[in-house]
């Protein structure tokens, strides 16, 4: 294979791509903010704006994860790695999702105690706060709104920044009614608002990222339908050991023993098959082995010993 082949369609000469642009200014304006808001979060005394930079540190590590993932997963297959580097963007999702959890329960943890036993907060501070980050993750979500979110990864990513546009809306919230009431406990309420957040996307990215790392079927693809798409096709007796699993987000894969009436061509159904799995559930990546019904299938392994009166 020559260099011009195996270099990535979508990384030339080892130029960044639009999109990965797109994730390098996202965590730039991220990393920012997080700095600005900590500092806020100090001299407010607010969890809220405090909880709000735990997830933005959690955004910014979805993001570099996701940009190293990305890039990593465009490099070829070679050697022992068949596949390639494909699935580090799901192993990238399930760690981001795995220290989103933990975050999310640290700042539960201290959210409760606020509430049994409220601290001073400064109402005008988490306003402004809060409203330039509302502004600032409206920004990134349109921003990342136009990267492909084909990907677990950049998914993952987008929903993060999204729940943290929903998470700044209710500290600004929090902020007003500390400001008019005096009531601070709405800061340790807002932050178990965010806390909910956090806990529904970690909850969502490891049960998806789980999902592929355990070769369950895609979400998307009903296995029941795909088999039957195979024993619905002229000329198949039956089908066996069939497997529908994901390499990395879109790109399904199945594998399955055909078997096929006796005279029918097993090359022509083998064909007519894999049109149809790529057509109809846009698996393009199939393993089939077609034989014919009554044959003894090719195996790998020692042949079996003669039984008395086999022809020799």
Request: hydrophobic share 50%.
């Amino acid at each position: 294979m020559s260099r011009a082949e195996s270099e990535s369609p979508t990384e030339v000469g080892g130029q960044i791509r639009p999109e990965d642009r797109l994730f390098v200014l996202a965590l730039v304006l991220i990393m920012a903010f997080m700095a600005f808001e900590v500092a806020m979060s100090v001299l407010s005394g607010s969890l809220a704006l405090l909880s709000d930079a735990g997830h933005m540190l959690t955004d910014a590590g979805a993001l570099a994860g996701s940009l190293f993932a990305m890039r990593l997963a465009r490099r070829p297959a070679s050697g022992s790695w068949t596949y390639g580097y494909k699935r580090a963007e799901i192993l990238s999702a399930q760690a981001n999702g795995y220290s989103l959890l933990v975050i999310a329960l640290i700042l539960a943890y201290e959210a409760v105690r606020r509430l049994v036993a409220p601290s001073p907060v400064n109402g005008t501070i988490m306003v402004m706060v809060a409203a330039v980050g509302v502004v600032v993750n409206l920004a990134l979500t349109l921003l990342l709104a136009r990267a492909d979110r084909r990907s677990l990864n950049v998914e993952g990513a987008f929903k993060h920044i999204l729940t943290d546009l929903y998470a700044f809306a209710g500290t600004l919230l929090a902020g007003i009614v500390i400001v008019f009431t005096h009531f601070e406990r709405a800061d340790a309420i807002a932050s178990l608002f965010v806390v909910a957040i956090m806990l529904r996307a970690a909850t969502g990215l490891i049960r998806r990222s789980g999902r592929v790392l355990l070769e369950g079927a895609p979400e998307d693809i009903s296995a029941e339908e795909t088999f039957e798409i195979i024993t619905s096709c002229p000329g198949v007796d039956s089908v066996h050991d069939a497997h529908l699993w994901t390499i990395t987000s879109g790109l399904p894969a199945m594998s399955a023993h055909v078997l096929v009436s006796p005279g029918e061509d097993c090359h022509a159904v083998r064909q007519r098959l894999q049109r149809e799995l790529a057509s109809r559930k846009g698996i393009t990546h199939t393993t089939l082995q077609v034989d014919h019904a009554g044959e003894i299938p090719l195996t790998i392994g020692p042949k079996p010993a003669p039984k008395p009166g086999d022809a020799a």
